[in-house]
């Protein structure tokens, strides 16, 4: 049988980088992304033999993804107040009519490298992930929803407030 | 704009409309030019966001820095731990039973073997002097035991030499020869006594080898896969020191 430290080799560490990326964009910062990593590669390899082999790379942004949502409530406990949770999913519908019927801004240019990184920061964390598993990690709504373990309808009211809420810091500074 | 026709553009530009759903979105959005500058907001924004996620690159430390934390983790220090606890109990058990008569001592043996493989495998280091040079290796080992090994390079064959470490089995010290293969390690170390062990086994995911070599007996162990390990034997065998 293969050894635990061998499945794990095999399964965690070819999506490195991958899961450095996304713990990036989830915390905001290259040294805490690192950590996360670390953090998150121990809790895989406890619970390697939990990891079906059907779809290692979900496997491991899924672990990433949790890490790095423990470390943000435990590191930047500021932030959490701004945060509509997804205790808060009813209220994230109700208000969403209300956030799309003000004009939409446009972003008609192509944001600069720090743009795009502080506006994304500055998204509660059930938007930041959405928009960053979406489009960097390139996953589709399904597998955002099985990631993140929330319906497919919330994902896709999640990622378009996200997306309008980009637009908006990202074309006011125009 | 109405949400359901905001999340219609949304899907478009993530690609999850089938295709009969997309021409109609795209026929909407030559009638309303806000729909279409949605589609383009959106398609800028994906732009600069894989723009700033190009530049990500953990650093090379990580890697190592991943390695070396699960090198330390709970499963292998658990799996120790009731290894050393089960060492024990059968010794004492044993020792109370049959003290002297039939000593069962093979697995106890093998079990140490694996226990010092896994031991350095914890430590920050796997071995105690760090050369691919066997000219390196050997002499070091020569002057911590009474008997050194010769010390092959098996890189031609995937198993680069690693370093050397003297470990400690039953009371003796023993020199121990450590080969890389891909990111796993295989020990080898070298008995002076010939030493009864079931030829080939396997301790918690750790198989090990053991044949008879000139005077000395030859023990490898590593979690690299058992046909692996076969041939790392051979390459062994049939090397020229």
Not at chain 2, 223 to 239: C, G, K, M, Q
């Amino acid at each position: 049988m293969e050894s635990d430290r061998a499945l794990f080799t095999r399964v965690f560490l070819p999506h490195l980088q991958q899961a450095y990326r996304l713990a990036r964009w989830m915390t905001g910062s290259a040294v805490d992304a690192e950590d996360v990593v670390q953090e998150a590669s121990l809790r895989a390899f406890r619970s390697i033999r939990d990891c079906n082999g059907a779809n290692p790379r979900g496997w491991t942004l899924a672990i990433v993804r949790n890490t790095a949502n423990t470390w943000l409530t435990r590191n930047r406990r500021e932030r959490v107040p701004l945060e509509r949770g997804s205790a808060n999913d009813n209220a994230d519908d109700a208000n969403e009519d209300a956030d799309f019927e003000t004009p939409e801004t446009a972003l008609l240019r192509k944001a600069t490298v720090e743009e795009v990184r502080s506006a994304v920061d500055a998204l509660p964390v059930p938007f930041r992930e959405v928009i960053v598993l979406r489009e960097i990690e390139e996953l589709d709504y399904r597998q955002i929803a099985e990631l993140a373990g929330i319906p497919l309808g919330t994902v896709m009211s999640r990622l378009s407030r996200a997306r309008s809420m980009l637009f908006k810091a990202l074309g006011e500074q125009q | 704009m109405k949400p359901e026709q905001i999340y219609e553009i949304d899907a478009y530009a993530d690609g999850e409309l089938d295709p009969m759903r997309a021409l109609a979105v795209e026929k909407l959005m030559a009638e309303k030019p806000e729909l279409r500058q949605r589609y383009e907001s959106i398609v800028n924004l994906r732009t600069s966001l894989r723009a700033a996620a190009a530049q990500d690159r953990a650093s090379d430390l990580l890697r190592p820095r991943v390695e070396r934390s699960v090198g330390r983790a709970t499963p292998l220090v658990t799996r120790w731990a009731g290894l050393a606890a089960s060492f024990l109990f059968g010794l004492i058990v044993s020792g109370a039973l049959t003290w002297g008569l039939f000593v069962p001592r093979s697995p106890a043996f093998a079990d140490m073997i694996v226990s010092a493989h896994m031991r350095s495998l914890l430590a920050e280091q796997p071995f105690d002097i760090a050369s691919s040079d066997r000219h390196t290796v050997k002499p070091w080992l020569a002057r911590k035991v009474p008997q050194s090994p010769d010390v092959i390079d098996l890189t031609q064959n995937g198993f680069p030499l690693i370093g050397g470490r003297v470990d400690v089995i039953d009371g003796e010290p023993v020199a121990t020869v450590v080969y890389g293969r891909a990111k796993h390690l295989v020990s080898l170390m070298t008995f002076a006594k010939p030493i009864r062990l079931p030829a080939d086994s396997t301790i918690a995911g750790f198989h090990i080898h053991t044949w008879p070599q000139g005077s000395l007996t030859y023990v490898a162990v590593s979690d690299i896969p058992e046909s692996e390990l076969a041939a790392f034997e051979n390459d062994v065998r049939h090397a020229n020191p």
